[in-house]
Structure formats: C-alpha cells, structure tokens
C-alpha cells in the first residue's frame, strides 16, 4: 500500500511517500481503508524529533483518521465490512485503573496513532476494535478526519482538568486553529463568554463565526492588557495555552484570583519561568493535559451527530501534497484543519 513515512527526522523532505507492506492486525483489530487523515502539530513533532524523546521510527504519520472498515477481528459484534467509521487517535490497555477511571491518558501504556505506532497517512491502517466511532453521516470523510485529536484534547482540558462552569470567562489562544475553534465551540456549549486571539483579521473573523464573544490580534496588541481591559481588570477564569513559551507569561498575568490555566502543548516552546508569589498568592491553578478517553470521544460524537460541533476544513490536499501541509502547517497559514485525501 502506499503510505507517507518518517524514517529519519528532518523537514518536510524527510517525509517519504512509498509503498510498505499492508498492515497485520493483532487478535483485537480492524483495518480501515483510510479516505482522509487530518494533520496535526504532532505531525510536526514527530517529523521533527523532540530532544530526549524517541519515537519508534520508521513511522506512518497521521493521528486524525476517517474511512471504512476493510477488515474485522472475529468475533466483533455491531460492526460490518464498509461502515464508514472515525478513528478516536488514543490507545491504551483498557483494563488499569486510570482507563477504567476514564482517564486514559494516564495509562502506563498510553500511545498516539502516528506517534508511538503507525498512523493514518496510508492507505490501510491497523486500529483497535474499541476506538472505532460511526462517522456522522451529514459530513464528509475529510469533515470527520477533522474532529477526533483536536476535540478531544479540548474537550478534556476544559471539562476534565478546567472544570468550566457556566457564566466563566475562558481565553482560547489561537482560535482559529485546530484545538483552538474546538475549545471555543465547547466553551460556548457550557455557556462560557469566550475571548480569542487570532494573528489575522481573517482568522480572528473564523473564531467569531465559531461562537466567540471577542478576538484579539496578538501582532498588534498586548493580548493581557487587552484581557485586562475588557474585563476590567478582573481577568478570565480559564486559559487554554497551547502555544507555549510565546504566550505564557501573559497567559499567566490574564488569569483572574482563583483561575485556571490548562496547557496542551508549546508550539514556541517548552522552557518558560514562573512568579511563584503570583501563583499562590491568586490562588491560581496550573494543570497538564493530553487527549483524553475513548468515553469522551463517544460524548464528543454524540455533539457532532446532533450539530452542536462543526469542524473547521482550512484546506483539502492529496496525500501526496504532505510536504506541502506540513509547510502550512509550520507557516500558521492554516485558519482550520490542513486534511489530506487518500482513497
């Protein structure tokens, strides 16, 4: 099958589309026959390289998978050869406490498809049974390819770890990017007034049209003297940093006394600095969060199916254009997700 691999990091040249060997399922997996893949920052990374981290190269990309079931393990109940399925990104051994708890990230086996095993950038890919979910029928392939990382990492940073409440304020940076215009659509759901920055008009018009209240151009303004000001100087209940060192000092000074502030990642960077005396004396709150469980995937879903979340498609390119995502995607020229057709 064709396939896009990284055997050795590097940029984007060091993508490599060839053809490799079909996928072998375990006892416990299907095959499905990708028809889009949605790319991620994680992409980036894991072409990249990350100091003291090793990923198991050589490695398909690709985390976000839409397509139809091509093979079944025996045995699997409710599922036929050519439903049209999504893929929720997130592996673990099901059986410890944290998964039966729900918090599959914390499982000691915890893993990303197209990081710590293949992914979806083929034509095939090998998936647990468990992390199948009915793609939606009003959306495409490409749609659906769209929601499962991105949502879901959203999703457990403002339920899970955040504990939104109706009425907070939460600041989303980046709102029109992946993670960023999922954060916005489920703050709105919770009932939350919703502040995001944005590094164009056009992407801060894309997180308006997502449902939030302001938009700030963090090129042209200090984005934590404009929290301040708009919200007279009390500041918000909830930050969702992604962006790393760039933005964590402001994020930090945004926060009202008793918020909190939720990181996924650090596009910018992972070292920053920290004013002890502010953190315990506004009693603020600093949490860690990755993904989240195959339960909320299934609740994360159910919002789709019932058009409560939309994904947001800045771009539709063939796999064989990869190198070329991977560029958008570094460039932040992307206002939505960069997703690559398949089959």
Same mark, same amino acid.
């Given at each position: ?18 053809? +490799? ?12 026959? +990708? ?38 393990? %025996? ?49 095939? *890919? ?17 749609? *659906? ?14 339920? %899970? ?64 003297? *404009? ?103 570094? *460039? ?6 960069? +997703?690559?057709?398949?089959?």
């Amino acid at each position: 099958m064709k396939a896009a691999i990284v055997r050795a990091h590097g940029g984007p040249e060091a993508i490599e589309i060839t053809e +490799v060997d079909a996928p072998r399922p375990g006892p416990f997996d299907a095959v499905v026959r +990708v028809r889009a893949v949605a790319l991620n920052h994680l992409d980036i990374w894991v072409r990249r390289g990350v100091p003291g981290h090793k990923f198991p190269l050589p490695i398909i990309l690709g985390s976000e998978i839409a397509g139809t079931i091509e093979h079944l393990p %025996a045995g699997a109940v409710g599922w036929s050869v050519g439903d049209e399925v999504v893929v929720a990104p997130g592996t673990s051994c099901g059986s410890c406490i944290p998964c039966l708890s729900g918090w599959d990230p914390l499982c000691r086996d915890y893993g990303i498809l197209g990081e710590s095993q293949d992914g979806g950038a083929a034509e095939l *890919a090998a998936v647990p049974l468990r992390n199948l979910m009915r793609k939606p029928a009003a959306l495409t392939f490409t749609e *659906a390819a769209s929601i499962p990382l991105d949502f879901l990492t959203a999703w457990h940073m403002l339920v %899970a770890r955040a504990q939104l409440k109706p009425g907070e304020t939460v600041l989303v940076h980046a709102g029109a990017s992946g993670v960023g215009s999922a954060a916005i659509q489920i703050s709105k759901l919770w009932g939350a007034h919703v502040i995001a920055t944005a590094g164009s008009q056009a992407k801060a018009d894309r997180s308006l049209a997502l449902g939030a209240d302001r938009t700030i151009l963090y090129r042209d303004t200090d984005f934590a003297k *404009a929290i301040r000001e708009i919200t007279g100087k009390r500041g918000v209940d909830v930050v969702i940093e992604h962006v790393g060192r760039d933005t964590w000092e402001g994020s930090v000074r945004s926060l009202a006394r008793g918020g909190r502030l939720v990181t996924c990642g650090a596009t910018t960077g992972h070292e920053v600095t920290l004013n002890l005396r502010v953190l315990f004396a506004k009693g603020l709150s600093l949490l860690g969060s990755t993904m989240g469980s195959l339960a909320e995937m299934h609740e994360i879903m159910r919002h789709v199916e019932a058009g409560r979340f939309r994904p947001v498609v800045d771009r539709v390119l063939p796999l064989d254009q990869i190198g070329e995502a991977h560029r958008v995607l570094e *460039a932040r020229e992307a206002a939505g997700k960069v +997703v690559l057709e398949v089959g």
